[in-house]
């Protein structure tokens, strides 16, 4: 079948006004067939074309209810893996750019958490009192090794519910990949600092001692995400002086001392709910990815919301705008001339086991 795809070379020069009217042609051929999901950090190119958008959890949750033949997932790799894992064997998951990846997500692998895990529980005499978590943000063989070893997934929206169920099961917490969210998690619970040690997977026990690891109540993961390593405490301070009424508000992948000095801290779909709901003039800063700040910045206008980005550097998610209007209309010409390009299959021993803990999550929220 691959022979008589329609190659991306002929797309990839195609103007981006041509793209966009491909795009609502084939969306009209492909009717009740096609369902597209868009994450709120794609460019606007593409998100204007989705049937829905929201955050992680949210998408997870859709994917379960589609009835469309085809899911084309605007997003990342691992977003379109949880489609694959989530919607019925039937129905087809598209990822337009396979090269849409997570830099977060890579930063642990399947290698690495093994080890990690037995190298914790040897240290705790085998006692399995380790719950390992995996941030959505993982590659699905890390979430098959959390279904297979009584643990879970979470989200940033969910990532408080969980860790509580986590803490009913057994008394430590191995959290990866991103630190950012395990230990704001943690710090809003009431866990302290010192509770809360960075496992490096690098190095021989995590770089920790036996005492470090035995008063731990959370090991994270040495992982974060580098778009919003970008935002600054600095950056807070400066809006605070000039606007004093203003508002702050942080993604929880944003640094410890981000988050602690933001108003409000919250899943991409959180930040949005909030700010379309806030009074009429009021003034906010936002410490999450460039689109979804562009955008919301944008809508807001009109309402005489001002929507300011917390960084002075440009720092959109290199991997998220891949996918962009040539490559949608590429896997959708195909679509209309029935073949299927980019399709994301997660293998079914991995699916099944990822599923585990992925229905966990959808359980526990
Ligand atoms: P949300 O689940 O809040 O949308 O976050 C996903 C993500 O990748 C943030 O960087
Ligand atoms: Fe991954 Fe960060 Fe991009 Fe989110 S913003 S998809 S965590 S690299």
């Known amino acids: 079948m691959n022979e008589s795809v329609i190659k991306f070379e002929q797309f990839h020069q195609l103007q981006e006004d041509l793209c966009q009217q491909k795009i ?31 955050d992680s959890l949210k998408l997870a949750q859709y994917t379960q209810e589609l009835e469309a033949k085809y899911i084309i997932f605007l ?5 379109a893996e949880v489609s694959n894992i989530l919607s019925r064997k039937d129905q087809v998951t598209i990822l337009p750019d ?3 990846g997570c830099q977060m997500a890579d930063m642990a692998d399947l290698q690495k958490v093994k080890r990690s895990y037995r190298e914790l529980n040897k240290v705790l005499n085998f006692d399995q009192q ?16 959390c279904g297979d070893h009584d643990g879970i997934v979470c989200t940033s929206t969910n990532a408080p519910k969980i860790l ?29 600092l010192e509770q809360m040690v960075v496992w490096d997977p690098d190095l021989p026990s995590g770089g920790l001692s036996k005492e470090q690891i035995e008063q731990s109540k959370i090991l994270l993961w040495k992982g974060h995400c580098a778009v919003h390593q970008m935002f600054r405490l600095e950056h807070i301070k400066k809006f605070r002086e000039e606007y004093p009424g203003g508002f702050v508000i942080s993604h929880p992948e944003s640094p410890f001392e981000v988050c602690l000095n933001s108003d409000l801290v919250g899943s991409t779909e959180f930040i949005l709910n909030t700010i379309k709901k806030a009074e009429p003039g009021t003034k906010w800063l936002v410490g999450t990815e460039l689109n979804l700040v562009n955008r919301l910045a944008n809508e807001m206008i009109k309402e005489d919301k001002m929507v300011k980005f917390m960084s002075h550097i440009i720092c959109e ?49």
Not at 75 to 79: K, Q, W
């Open 24 to 54: 609502i042609d084939a969306k009209k051929k492909l009717k009740d067939d096609l369902v597209i999901l868009g994450h709120h950090y794609q460019n606007e190119s593409v998100y204007r074309h989705a049937d829905f958008t929201g």
């Open 75 to 79: 997003g990342v790799h691992f977003m």
């Open 98 to 100: 396979l090269s849409a």
């Open 130 to 145: 380790i719950t390992p978590i995996t941030y959505i943000n993982s590659a699905a063989d890390l979430k098959a090794f």
């Open 164 to 192: 509580e169920w986590a803490f009913k099961q057994k008394e430590k917490v191995l959290f990866f990949p991103d630190q950012n969210l395990g230990r704001w998690t943690g710090h809003k619970m009431g866990i302290k």
């Open 317 to 365: 998610c290199s991997t998220m705008a891949r996918i962009d209007p040539q490559h949608l209309s590429w896997v959708l010409d195909n679509l209309v001339n029935h073949k299927i390009v980019n399709e994301i299959v997660v293998p079914p021993t991995i699916a099944q086991s990822a599923k585990v803990a992925l229905d966990r999550m959808l359980t526990v929220v």
